[in-house]
């Protein structure tokens, strides 16, 4: 469920990102979002003044998260790949959900695939500078990838204080040379 925001515009992209996400991406209509969100369907059009305009709203809002992930994931003193595996502090934001709910717009929507696109691209490069090299980033984002689908999705056999925290012993150890 999405965290509670104080407006109504926040309050309707949230109930968009929810329908997105349950719908798989398909067929949400503006009548649902303005149920969803606890406002008229003039409220939402009042905010967000066309379907196409309520999508720019939620790839604004990922832009926005984005960001800001980068920027932590760049200053983190543990370094990106450490920080991009720590897949306990990323499952259940708003940051999965609103990823979640861009990947289901990537289907349709050019802009959210070019982000998508570029957030794997940012996540590589920073990965890569901190590991210097590329096969071991790469490599990382997909072991790490497969660990949060694993999570995600059936959550089991894996936990993630258990395998992370053997993965990044084992990745550490391949990046200082031990």
Same mark, same amino acid.
């Given at each position: 469920?999405?965290?509670?925001? +104080?407006? !109504?515009? @926040?309050?309707?992209?949230?109930?968009?990102?929810?329908?997105?996400?349950?719908?798989? #991406? &398909?067929?949400? +209509?503006?009548?649902?979002?303005?149920?969803?969100?606890?406002? +008229?369907?003039?409220?939402?059009? %009042?905010?967000?003044?066309?379907?196409?305009?309520?999508?720019? #709203?939620?790839?604004?809002?990922? /832009?926005?998260?984005?960001? @800001?992930?980068? !920027?932590?994931? /760049?200053? !983190?003193?543990? #370094?990106?790949?450490? %920080?991009?595996?720590?897949?306990?502090?990323?499952? #259940? +934001?708003?940051? @999965?959900?609103?990823?979640?709910?861009?990947?289901?717009?990537?289907?349709? *929507?050019?802009?959210? &695939? *070019?982000?998508?696109?570029?957030?794997?691209?940012?996540?590589?490069?920073?990965?890569?500078?901190?590991?210097? *090299?590329?096969?071991?980033?790469?490599?990382?984002?997909?072991?790490?990838?497969?660990?949060?689908?694993?999570?995600?999705?059936?959550? /089991?056999?894996?936990?993630? @204080?258990?395998?992370?925290? !053997?993965?990044?012993?084992?990745?550490?150890?391949?990046?200082?040379?031990?």
């Amino acid at each position: 469920m999405a965290q509670h925001r +104080t407006s !109504a515009r @926040e309050s309707i992209l949230d109930a968009f990102v929810d329908l997105l996400i349950e719908s798989n #991406g &398909a067929g949400v +209509t503006l009548d649902e979002v303005a149920k969803r969100a606890g406002v +008229t369907k003039g409220g939402l059009l %009042y905010h967000f003044g066309s379907r196409k305009v309520l999508d720019t #709203g939620l790839l604004d809002r990922f /832009e926005q998260l984005a960001n @800001e992930d980068y !920027a932590r994931m /760049e200053a !983190a003193p543990e #370094g990106a790949a450490t %920080y991009y595996a720590k897949l306990a502090d990323y499952i #259940g +934001t708003d940051l @999965e959900r609103v990823c979640i709910a861009t990947g289901m717009l990537a289907k349709r *929507d050019a802009r959210a &695939a *070019d982000l998508v696109r570029q957030m794997r691209t940012i996540h590589f490069n920073l990965m890569n500078a901190d590991l210097g *090299d590329p096969m071991l980033a790469r490599a990382t984002m997909l072991i790490v990838d497969g660990m949060y689908y694993d999570l995600a999705t059936i959550g /089991e056999p894996f936990t993630p @204080e258990l395998d992370v925290a !053997a993965f990044l012993s084992r990745m550490l150890a391949t990046k200082s040379g031990r």
